[in-house]
């Protein structure tokens, strides 16, 4: 019975040494975002734009969710395509700190705002029937 005991012991403390090591490897091999500024790839460079610093402008919308329910939006923020400095692309891909990302095709751009809420960026495509582009805590945006 003792033994049963001191292997069960074992086992919980190599199991939480295990999980220690995963913890501590997935939080080391993250980049690390700055807060406030924005990685933008457009035409063949790279380049931090700082959100601080953006012209923002009132914009409105209508998102709809995977249920169908709709939400109204008012915030400040800019076009997807005024922070693009390239010509010939035909998607681009925004993606957010924790890697979730959304492609949003050239034609749609007139519909795609960041919505910039103190340093914090968030990707709203009006028009969608799920707003699954939606995209919080950006922090890249890519014109391919």
Partial sequence: ??????LIIIVIIVLCAISACTFWWYLSSRSENKEAV???VSG???KEVDVDGLSLTHFSGTVVNGK????????EGIKLSD??????YSEVTVTADDS???SVKKEELENAWLEVNKGEVTLYVFGDEN???NVRNVVRIEAK
């Fill in 44 to 46: 063949g460079s790279e």
């Fill in 100 to 102: 979730y990302s959304a």
């Fill in 38 to 40: 924005l990685t933008v």
């Fill in 68 to 75: 169908g329910e709709k939400k109204d939006i008012e915030a």
């Fill in 131 to 133: 707003s699954k582009r």
């Fill in 83 to 88: 922070v693009i400095d390239a010509a010939d």
């Fill in 1 to 6: 019975m003792k033994k049963d005991k001191k």
